[in-house]
């Protein structure tokens, strides 16, 4: 689901691997998990739990390109 844009006093954050700036990051906003597009600031929100669901599905390999 789409999210308005979070608020601009957000800190969000980005992989450190992210070189050129267009990236997506993450930001906390009363809490809700914000994903942002940093080129366009649009945003997905996710609550905590799915959050952390998606992120235990990313450390076990759930979501690796194919080879």
């Known amino acids: ?26 930001a906390i906003d009363d809490g809700e998990v914000r994903v942002v597009d940093t080129k366009s600031s649009a945003a997905l929100s996710f609550t905590p739990d799915e959050w952390a669901a998606f992120v235990a599905g ?9 080879s």
């Open 1 to 26: 689901m789409t999210s308005p844009q979070p608020r601009r006093d957000l800190a969000v954050r980005t992989s450190s691997f992210c070189s050129d700036g267009d990236c997506v990051g993450v």
């Open 58 to 66: 990313v450390k076990a390999g759930e979501f690796d390109l194919p």
